[in-house]
């Protein structure tokens, strides 16, 4: 028989991982709600955006706030669940109370329901898509612990069977392909933890194949490099000319490498190509001094 214990961990599982049953809206008091220790950071211009988009609609006779934030009770206040920036808005707007829909949740499954609501949104970096689907991994083997340890299975057998558990689990929430989901993991479990919080909000966040190249060094190497990215003098232009700056490599400047590049492509056409190319020059606006004809 299933020992009492066993039968509250079940159920407490279970709750966490459904959606959790929602109340009526209310309003609050934006200073009873503590939306601290969040996964991904407010971006202060796209709140500034929605502070602005409310206070239109409010100006218009129509509701100031269209979705309501999620919150769930913790002694005399709220913790945030979601709607960070619509919370964000509304102290940029000077307004005290907010719209929103109360929730009973654990922490865990606060974190989850955090992560779930992110994942869907389409306008996550690269970066934060991976921060997100990391601790949604950690979570779900912290529920699941059978995904994780496997009984007398060999490590690497057990390793390959949590992923592709927590895959499967996590791909049918939210779309994404399995290979996305284990690129992204690996992401994270493979940046410095310092060159993780030195990216976010870079355009590099948002670069793929520039995260995944810096992943595959060294942490020391890898804050290495961001030095050179993020140097205020001549920054290095790309993840591999820094890389290559630091093993000594001579990196020609960017002005040069594109005329390398152009000359390159001259020597690779044919007598056609050239001369289409030389008609579009002879009509081109050109430097002072500069002219391009045919002769007769």
């Known amino acids: 028989m299933a020992r009492d214990e066993d039968v ?29 220790e969040r996964l991904r950071e407010i ?22 706030q269209l979705q309501p934030v999620e919150l769930v009770q913790r002694g005399d206040g709220y913790r945030l669940v979601f709607g960070a920036h619509r919370l964000r808005a ?11 829909e109360i929730v009973t949740l654990t922490d865990a499954g606060l974190r989850l329901r955090e992560i779930d609501e ?8 690269a970066l934060d898509r991976a921060r997100f689907l990391a601790e949604r991994k950690r979570l779900y083997e912290a529920l699941n612990p059978a995904s994780k340890h496997g009984g007398d299975r060999r490590p690497e057998q057990v390793a390959i069977m949590a992923t592709c ?9 939210t779309g994404l392909s399995y290979r996305t989901i284990a690129r992204a993991v690996a992401l994270i479990e493979n940046l410095a933890p310092a060159a ?24 020391e190497r890898q804050l290495a490099a961001l030095d050179q990215l993020f140097a205020a003098e001549n920054p290095a232009p790309s993840v591999n000319a820094a890389f290559d700056r630091l093993d000594g490599k001579v990196v020609k400047p960017a002005a040069e490498l594109k005329v390398s ?33 045919k002769s007769k």
């Open 8 to 36: 509250k961990t079940v159920v407490a599982t279970a709750a966490m991982m459904d959606p959790p049953a929602v109340r009526s809206v209310v309003r609050v008091k934006i200073a009873q709600i503590d939306a601290s």
């Open 43 to 64: 971006s202060e211009a796209h709140a500034q955006v929605i502070a602005a988009s409310m206070l239109e609609h409010e100006k218009a006779g129509g509701r100031r």
């Open 90 to 100: 509304h102290q940029i707007n000077g307004w005290d109370e907010i719209d929103a």
């Open 118 to 125: 992110n994942l869907i949104r389409h306008e996550l970096t």
């Open 165 to 173: 558990s927590f895959g499967e689990d996590i791909a049918e929430k």
């Open 196 to 219: 993780i919080a030195r990216l976010r909000d870079t355009p590099l966040a948002s670069n793929q194949a520039a995260l995944e190249t810096l992943s595959k060094q060294p942490h």
């Open 261 to 293: 590049k152009l000359i390159d492509q001259w020597g690779r056409l044919g007598a056609r190509e050239r001369a289409e190319f030389l008609s579009f020059l002879a009509a081109a606006d050109l430097p002072k001094g500069w002219i391009v004809e």
